[in-house]
Protein backbone atom coordinates (compact mmCIF):
# COMPACT_ATOMS: atom_id res chain seq x y z
CA UNK A 1 0.00 0.00 0.00
CA UNK A 2 1.70 3.51 -1.00
CA UNK A 3 0.59 6.18 1.23
CA UNK A 4 0.03 10.19 0.62
CA UNK A 5 0.35 12.45 3.44
CA UNK A 6 -0.75 15.92 3.20
CA UNK A 7 -2.68 19.20 5.01
CA UNK A 8 0.79 20.43 6.87
CA UNK A 9 1.44 23.84 7.26
CA UNK A 10 2.36 27.06 9.11
CA UNK A 11 -0.14 27.90 11.55
CA UNK A 12 -0.05 30.11 15.08
CA UNK A 13 0.08 28.51 18.80
CA UNK A 14 -3.87 27.24 19.23
CA UNK A 15 -4.36 26.85 15.71
CA UNK A 16 -5.33 24.11 13.93
CA UNK A 17 -4.70 21.91 11.23
CA UNK A 18 -6.31 18.70 9.56
CA UNK A 19 -3.39 15.97 8.08
CA UNK A 20 -4.62 13.32 5.64
CA UNK A 21 -3.31 10.09 4.77
CA UNK A 22 -4.47 8.07 1.97
CA UNK A 23 -3.83 5.22 0.82
CA UNK A 24 -3.89 3.64 -2.87
CA UNK A 25 -2.86 0.31 -4.22
CA UNK A 26 -5.29 -1.57 -1.74
CA UNK A 27 -7.89 -0.67 0.78
CA UNK A 28 -6.58 -0.11 4.83
CA UNK A 29 -8.86 -2.74 5.66
CA UNK A 30 -7.29 -5.17 8.31
CA UNK A 31 -4.54 -2.26 8.94
CA UNK A 32 -3.20 0.16 11.60
CA UNK A 33 -2.62 3.55 10.78
CA UNK A 34 -0.36 5.66 12.63
CA UNK A 35 1.01 9.31 12.68
CA UNK A 36 4.30 9.58 13.70
CA UNK A 37 5.98 12.87 14.37
CA UNK A 38 9.93 13.69 14.11
CA UNK A 39 10.91 17.36 15.55
CA UNK A 40 14.44 19.16 14.72
CA UNK A 41 17.01 16.80 17.27
CA UNK A 42 14.28 14.66 18.34
CA UNK A 43 13.48 11.00 18.11
CA UNK A 44 10.78 10.38 15.76
CA UNK A 45 7.64 9.46 18.89
CA UNK A 46 4.15 8.34 18.38
CA UNK A 47 1.40 10.68 17.78
CA UNK A 48 -1.80 8.27 17.20
CA UNK A 49 -3.17 5.05 15.90
CA UNK A 50 -6.40 3.72 14.59
CA UNK A 51 -7.68 0.20 13.95
CA UNK A 52 -9.17 0.41 10.40
CA UNK A 53 -11.19 -2.64 11.44
CA UNK A 54 -13.36 -1.57 14.40
CA UNK A 55 -11.64 2.30 14.38
CA UNK A 56 -10.40 1.99 18.11
CA UNK A 57 -8.26 4.92 18.10
CA UNK A 58 -5.08 5.46 20.38
CA UNK A 59 -3.20 8.99 21.18
CA UNK A 60 -0.16 9.73 22.78
CA UNK A 61 -0.65 11.68 26.02
CA UNK A 62 1.04 14.53 24.74
CA UNK A 63 -1.61 15.25 21.99
CA UNK A 64 -5.14 13.72 24.51
CA UNK A 65 -7.53 16.40 24.24
CA UNK A 66 -5.81 18.65 21.48
CA UNK A 67 -5.48 16.09 18.81
CA UNK A 68 -7.86 12.99 17.33
CA UNK A 69 -7.38 10.81 14.82
CA UNK A 70 -10.23 9.29 12.36
CA UNK A 71 -10.62 7.48 9.47
CA UNK A 72 -13.02 7.99 6.55
CA UNK A 73 -14.00 4.39 5.05
CA UNK A 74 -15.72 5.90 1.77
CA UNK A 75 -12.52 7.37 0.57
CA UNK A 76 -9.93 5.57 2.25
CA UNK A 77 -8.04 8.00 4.26
CA UNK A 78 -7.28 8.49 7.95
CA UNK A 79 -7.25 12.11 9.16
CA UNK A 80 -5.24 13.67 12.33
CA UNK A 81 -6.99 16.89 13.52
CA UNK A 82 -4.90 18.77 15.49
CA UNK A 83 -6.35 20.98 17.50
CA UNK A 84 -4.94 24.23 20.24
CA UNK A 85 -1.73 23.56 18.64
CA UNK A 86 1.52 24.07 20.11
CA UNK A 87 5.10 25.36 19.17
CA UNK A 88 6.28 22.24 20.74
CA UNK A 89 4.19 20.31 18.10
CA UNK A 90 6.58 21.16 14.99
CA UNK A 91 7.80 18.21 13.29
CA UNK A 92 7.68 16.60 10.19
CA UNK A 93 4.12 14.06 10.73
CA UNK A 94 4.32 10.80 8.74
CA UNK A 95 1.41 8.44 8.49
CA UNK A 96 2.46 4.91 8.33
CA UNK A 97 0.48 1.31 8.12
CA UNK A 98 0.73 -1.72 9.15
CA UNK A 99 -0.95 -5.51 8.78
CA UNK A 100 0.75 -7.07 12.11
CA UNK A 101 0.54 -4.86 14.72
CA UNK A 102 -0.91 -5.46 17.96
CA UNK A 103 -2.00 -3.51 20.59
CA UNK A 104 0.64 -3.24 22.80
CA UNK A 105 3.18 -2.19 19.85
CA UNK A 106 0.78 0.43 17.89
CA UNK A 107 3.36 3.12 19.26
CA UNK A 108 6.51 1.34 18.18
CA UNK A 109 7.79 2.83 14.92
CA UNK A 110 9.36 -0.71 13.96
CA UNK A 111 5.42 -2.15 13.76
CA UNK A 112 4.66 -0.46 11.08
CA UNK A 113 5.86 -1.58 7.15
CA UNK A 114 4.33 1.25 5.06
CA UNK A 115 5.58 4.66 5.84
CA UNK A 116 4.18 8.16 3.82
CA UNK A 117 6.91 10.94 2.75
CA UNK A 118 6.39 13.38 6.06
CA UNK A 119 4.62 16.58 5.85
CA UNK A 120 5.45 19.69 7.95
CA UNK A 121 3.56 21.01 10.79
CA UNK A 122 4.69 24.64 12.06
CA UNK A 123 4.10 26.50 14.56
CA UNK A 124 4.74 30.01 15.89
CA UNK A 125 4.65 31.28 18.68
Known amino acids: VQLQASGGGLVQAGGSLRLSCAASGRTFRGYVVGWFRRAPGKEREFVAG????????YHADSVKGRFAISRDITRNTVYLQMNSLKPEDTAVYYC???????????????????WGQGTQVTVSS
Open 50 to 57: IKWNGGHT
Open 96 to 114: AAGSRIIQSTIGVSSSYDH
